[in-house]
């Protein structure tokens, strides 16, 4: 059961500072509240994403992750997640996230200043490189997504790199978990970072870099703990 009090219709957010901050409010599909889990800095932040609506680099002023029923088959996404994203008092540029995982059981992990938020479910998964024909089809959610923020401004490089080591950190913490897999089929990153004041962008962030290495230790412990979550408590699109 979720619980009592997610308010659909809530109050402007505040900027929020870390993606640790992230506001859980809730949002009503087939006649059920969801949760939806909203993160909104404001101005002056870069984002790099995966992500269906608001993916690619450029400048974002928030995040969302919407659960939504298992099964799920709308054919809009995108139009679903900008309207979900006008309920939650969201404008302007952001990026919007799916997933049948629970939003609600989400974990946090945090490595000198470099936090990551990760809601899991991992039923279907697998590993990158399998024989078989892929296709074209809408992303169906279930899924890894992994949300990280950073204190400090990233070249375009940089934010490229930084989820090639957020991937790494992740199908590192399957490895551990011993799922034996790279990750699901619908997995979806999204990394922020301030907006660079002349120069002083981070130009690495590659797992051996400085903030490289703090954000694959916060996501590889977020996806651990999330994926271990799930699989104990046996949820609906986590079993093997």
Not at 213 to 233: G, M, S, Y
Request: hydrophobic share 50%; with cysteine; charged share 15%.
């Amino acid at each position: 059961m979720l619980p009592p009090a997610l308010p659909a219709h809530p109050p402007a957010l505040p900027a929020r500072p870390s993606v640790a901050d992230a506001a859980l409010l809730g949002h009503v599909e087939r006649g059920r509240e969801w949760p939806l889990l909203v993160w909104a800095p404001g101005p002056g932040v870069r984002m790099v994403s995966s992500a269906v609506l608001g993916g690619g680099i450029g400048e974002r002023e928030w995040v969302l992750n919407a659960q939504v029923p298992p099964g799920y088959d709308r054919l809009d996404p995108v139009a679903h997640l900008r309207e979900l994203a006008a309920g939650a008092g969201l404008s302007g540029a952001g990026v919007g996230l799916m997933t049948a995982a629970p939003v609600a059981d989400r974990c946090h992990a945090e490595d000198g200043g470099a936090h990551a938020v990760v809601t899991a479910g991992i039923g279907v998964r697998g590993w990158a490189a399998a024989p078989g024909t892929g296709g074209v089809a809408v992303p169906r959610p279930g899924t890894i997504n992994i949300i990280v923020s950073l204190p400090v401004p990233l070249t375009d490089a940089a934010l490229v790199n930084a989820v090639i080591t957020a991937t790494e950190a992740k199908t590192q913490a399957l490895v551990d978990l011993g799922a034996d897999a790279s990750g699901t089929p619908t997995d979806a990153v999204c990394v922020a970072a301030p907006s660079a004041a002349g120069s002083g962008a981070e130009p690495f962030a590659g797992p051996r870099s400085l903030w490289g290495a703090r954000l694959a230790r916060a996501v590889h412990r977020a996806t651990r703990d999330a994926c271990a979550a799930a699989l104990a408590a046996g949820l609906p699109g986590s079993a093997a």
